[in-house]
């Protein structure tokens, strides 16, 4: 297994404004991916982030609102742009090898 | 075809009872099913998985049974405990493809001491 760390474990933000929130991996993965967890919710994903290449996103999910970088194998960022109220949730990243996804802590966002 | 439906959405279980949460798939080409389990505040933690050549995985109290021409899988809690009050996460994935997996919406699972 992986051992994922999230910064910031929590945030409370300004409508309008932009948090990043930002995962490291303790050893290189191939895979990593950007999870949202509404309150009480199950997970949907964001997006994969592509080392190297622009992430792919889900439906419903654009790059101008979540963009995401990941410069090398063991760190990547997911930015909330343009925060509004509705993008209260917590946050996860998780890394993958070719079957399992190992999560981190998450980062539980709210917006005022 | 993408859904995972979980049932039930929560579930009151007494002490050394068994609890039985139930998952079931359309896309047949889906050939892992993992369970996570989730305590409040926590990441979702891998439980226990299972791929469609077995119709049975044990580790320990936990078990999951998979029934391929139905389309389901289901995850057993033997002895169930009050340390086991979490909320679980069934899923589906294709590992051949993307590997991106689809979640079922959670079961909250409460062990009454």
């Known amino acids: 297994s992986a051992v994922i760390s999230q910064k910031p474990s929590r945030d409370i933000c300004q409508r309008g404004t932009s948090l990043t929130i930002q995962c490291q991996v303790d050893?290189?993965?191939?895979?990593m991916f950007w999870y949202r967890q509404q309150p009480g919710q199950s997970l949907t994903l964001i997006a994969t982030?592509?080392?190297?290449?622009?992430?792919?996103?889900e439906s419903g999910f654009v790059i101008d609102k979540f963009p995401i970088s990941r410069p090398n194998l063991t760190f990547s960022t997911l930015t909330v742009s343009n925060m509004s109220p509705e993008d209260s949730s917590i946050y996860l990243c998780?890394?993958?090898?070719?079957?399992?996804?190992?999560f981190g802590p998450g980062t539980r966002l709210t917006v005022l | 075809q993408q859904q995972v439906k979980q049932s039930p959405q929560s579930l009151i279980v007494q002490k050394g009872g068994i609890s039985i949460i139930n998952c079931a798939y359309e896309?047949?080409?889906?050939?892992?099913f993992p369970w996570y389990q989730q305590f409040p505040g926590k990441g979702p933690a891998l439980l226990i998985a299972?791929?469609?050549?077995?119709s049975e995985k044990k580790e320990g109290r936990f078990t999951i049974s998979f029934n391929k021409s139905a389309k389901q899988f289901s995850l057993h809690i033997m002895d169930s405990q009050p340390g086991d009050s979490a909320t679980y996460f069934c899923?589906?994935?294709?590992?051949?493809?993307?590997?991106?997996?689809?979640f079922g919406t959670g079961t909250r699972l409460k062990v009454l001491a």
């Open positions: 998780s890394v993958g090898t070719t079957d399992t996804q190992y």
């Open positions: 050893s290189q993965v191939t895979m």
């Open positions: 982030a592509n080392q190297g290449s622009e992430a792919t996103y």
């Open positions: 896309n047949t080409a889906f050939d892992y």
């Open positions: 299972i791929r469609p050549d077995v």
């Open positions: 899923a589906a994935s294709m590992t051949s493809g993307t590997y991106k997996y689809i």
